[in-house]
């Protein structure tokens, strides 16, 4: 089974500083696709960046970046010049797992928490 | 437009009682996911439907029935519902199985009392 860790349970940050959330991974599979979404309070499941496996630069959307390490199978965001409405719990997934008909396996989640 | 819809947002009902979630994707995409959010936000997934046909089923209890009528809807028909059935169910959609990114419903909160 794949596996999806997320060590922090919560981190704090302050506004316009950049916070790095952590994930790693376990999977023996070639081919491989890294997710995150972002699930504010209110409780939808919001998308945020991908990463593929065979990506050999990191992927970035706006102020997120994902430091995809595959050697090291991890792949933590980052998100630079925190906003208040980046509060909110991060979810790490993976879609490994061979015939995984695209299911997503994901992470325990971090809480964020961004101070003025 | 919104993209994957679910209804309800909330449902409260009692303990034996049978209800159903549905959900919509207004996206074309060939496949659509289930997933259950427990009380300590943990996801998984039930169901994943591509076109119609089921192609997962992770092990949940067969009280739960999904259905498709066609590719742009999966409802969860669920009977005979137990306290701890209690959690968020959230719907998504993906292109296709390969594994391109899902987009998720806002969620429907079922509390079983």
């Known amino acids: 089974a794949q596996k999806i860790t997320q060590t922090q349970p919560g981190m704090f940050v302050q506004e316009k500083e950049a916070v790095t959330l952590d994930c790693t991974y376990d999977?023996?599979?070639?081919?491989?696709?890294l997710f995150w979404y972002k699930q504010p309070s209110s409780g939808e499941m919001i998308f945020l960046i991908y990463?593929?496996?065979?990506?050999?630069q990191n992927a970035t959307e706006g102020r997120y970046s994902l430091n995809f390490q595959k050697a090291r199978k991890s792949a933590n965001l980052v998100i630079s010049a925190s906003q208040l409405g980046d509060s909110a719990m991060y979810f790490c997934?993976?879609?490994?797992?061979?015939?995984?008909?695209?299911?997503?396996?994901f992470g325990q989640g971090t809480i964020l928490t961004v101070h003025p | 437009d919104t993209a994957v819809s679910q209804t309800p947002k909330y449902l409260v009902t009692q303990m034996g009682n049978d209800k159903s979630i549905k959900c919509e994707q207004n996206?074309?995409?060939?496949?659509m996911y289930w997933y259950k959010q427990d009380s300590k936000k943990f996801l998984k997934i039930m169901f994943s439907y591509n076109n119609k046909e089921l192609i997962i089923n992770e092990t949940v209890p067969n009280r739960f029935s999904p259905k498709s009528p066609d590719k742009a809807h999966l409802n969860l028909h669920i009977n005979s519902l137990e306290l701890g059935d209690s959690a968020v169910y959230f719907c998504?959609?993906?292109?296709?199985?390969?594994?391109?990114?899902?987009?998720f419903g806002q969620g429907t909160r079922l509390t079983v009392v």
């Open positions: 996206l074309g995409h060939d496949t």
């Open positions: 997934a993976t879609n490994a797992g061979g015939t995984s008909y695209g299911k997503l396996t």
């Open positions: 990463q593929g496996s065979y990506d050999e």
């Open positions: 999977t023996s599979d070639q081919s491989y696709g």
């Open positions: 998504a959609s993906s292109q296709d199985w390969t594994g391109t990114e899902a987009f």
